[in-house]
């Protein structure tokens, strides 16, 4: 069994450890053969002497680092380098030695023990530990390897015991009377004060609920928990008068809602406390009989009829007293007043249910020695119905008879309306009126249910005789006093087919011999109107295009002039026009819109270019309607354009004849002859009254 070698690890000697030996039986001890190992820390930690095949490990080895190493052997021929046998393998275990000590995975260990625990790993030494005394425990473990025999090694590690709470300690009040206050006026839920009763538990186990078991004021306060402070909230549960008691006595109790029953022998887990609350007097305001008020009037009573009255008082002690108004805002049309000292509502204005059936004010009671203290009640007052308005039709009624009617033929039914609202209902009566009911052509048939019948009483009717008839009809309620109304049906007499559906209602015109009828009347008063009509729509067309047109002449506009028949402003009006330019074309400014008419869009202003000196007449002429031809703010018609010109000078300069009574010399004229036959007029007039200076 050469392919298992044992090896102890910590080897501490100074030489190599011998491990085992290798042999061949092809090994004649010749030094023929050589052996060669390989594998896991061969050449390293495990070498073999070639020659004689002993194993030997070179360093000291650790079981609980590497337990095994597998390994492997060949025996070959030393010259020829060929192995003799095939490779073996063999491992090489690490036998173990007590060279480690025992360690705790952790140095501290921490632990939690409930207190009054039973027997466990770890054990108590002390009965029934109680956390509240102390909390924290250390405590030091040693473990010992070779079941603690001579030569074992050791170690130890720090357990820290922490004991948990359990609910072993009942909530216990620090004091067992508490005093509070607090005013009279304070409303439901306001808080009066905080109680607290400790427990030496924790948690959970430390939770305390409040509760009134008994007392006095047991329906008018109310305890709840704070559940971050654990304490006891007593509040105000229902309104406080200090006029009926001052004075609250409650028992308030605090218990533990966790319970362990393990720890029920150690007593009830609660405690109670009793709590005094003292009501301070506060000045209220006045308070009312009741908290609204339904008064009734008849709506036809009159002005300063009393409708009630409110009561109101001082809830104080002091019994001060009170004075009532009422609040305008409810009451805008000032329709009810109030005695200020007995409360007694009547009348300022006449009623009218029909307009509003329900008032709804505001009566104030304030105490006269403190304005400050005021309360306010709500009054409703119905005003009920008397039987003050008639009955009328529901609607206009316009109904039509056919002119081949039969007797007791009904051609319209008839209902009614009335304002009141009588409490047995309405009940309606239609009949004709009496100065209608003897000559009438209609009868009226009432049917009980608040509907009438209008029925046909003879055969037949003419619309040429008679085509519109107004039938008076009268209707009256039951209620008291009777109220009744007159209301007019028109019936109209028309043309029918045979199933009585209405065709004509007009009558057609007939023709007497004495004269028109009745249709031709109307057809030519009709046509004299629309004649009328006429002539004033012509009249006003005329009016309309009396005014002058701008060309008049309807020959080729473009030989018109356009004339405008607009005013100028005189010497003053130096806008119309640059009178400058006249005189010099030079002279030239940038141009101004058009005066004559309204632009409809803004161009920029044409700049007109002055005119070259010894210009002809008509080059200027022409350059002057190609200016006007291309300018986009002229108007759209053809229109006359003035352009005046002033030349430079004149061979024979100036012709006027004013500068001449200056001059005290004479004047010499002979030039004028030398101007041609034109000027000799002229030269003979002046040449003459030279040669009569002369004789």
Known sequence: MWNQFFLLEEYTGS?????????SDQDRGDGSLKYILS?????????????????????????????????????INRKTGRPVEPESEFIIKIHDINDNEPIFTKEVYTATVPEMSDVGIIKTALLNMDRENREQYQVVIQAKDMGGQMGGLSGTTTVNITLTDVNDNPPRFPQSTYQFKTPESSPPGTPIGRIKASDADLGENAEIEYSITEGEGLDMFDVITDQETQEGIITVKKLLDFEKKKVYSLKVEASNPHIEPRFLYLGPFKDSATVKIMVEDVDEPPVFSKLAYILQIREDAQINTTVGSVTAQDPDAARNPVKYSVDRHTDMDRIFNIDSGNGSI????????ETLLWHNITVIATEINNPKQSSRVPLYIKVLDVNDNPPEFAEFYETFVCEKAKADQLIQTLRAVDKDDPYSGHQFSFSLAPEAASGS?????????????????????NRHEMSTYLLPVVISDNDYPVQSSTGTVTVRVCACDHQGNMQSCHAEALVHPTGLSTGALVAILLCIVTLLVTVVLFAALRRQRKKEPLIISKEDIRDNIVSYNDEGGGEEDTQAFDIGTLRNPEAIEDSKLRRDIVPEALFLPRRTPAACDNTDVRDFINQRLKENDTDPTAPPYDSLATFAYEGTGSVADSLSSLESVTTDGDQDYEYLSDWGPRFKKLADMYGGVDSDKDS
């Not at 030489?15 to 290798?22: F, I």
């Not at 390293?44 to 095994?68: C, H, M, S, W, Y």
């Not at 009547?346 to 249910?353: A, E, H, V």
Request: proline fraction near 1%.
């Open 15 to 23: 030489d190599y450890q011998y491990v085992g030996k290798l042999h």
């Open 441 to 461: 052509n209609f009868t009226i048939q009432d049917n009980k249910d608040n509907t009438a019948g209008i029925l046909t009483r003879k055969n037949g009717y």
């Open 346 to 353: 009547f009348t300022s204005k006449l009623l009218d249910r």
């Open 39 to 75: 594998g896991d820390g061969a050449g390293d930690l495990f070498i073999i002497n070639e020659n004689t095949g002993d194993i030997q490990a070179t360093k000291r080895l650790d079981r609980e680092e590497k337990p095994v190493y597998i390994l492997r052997a060949q025996a």
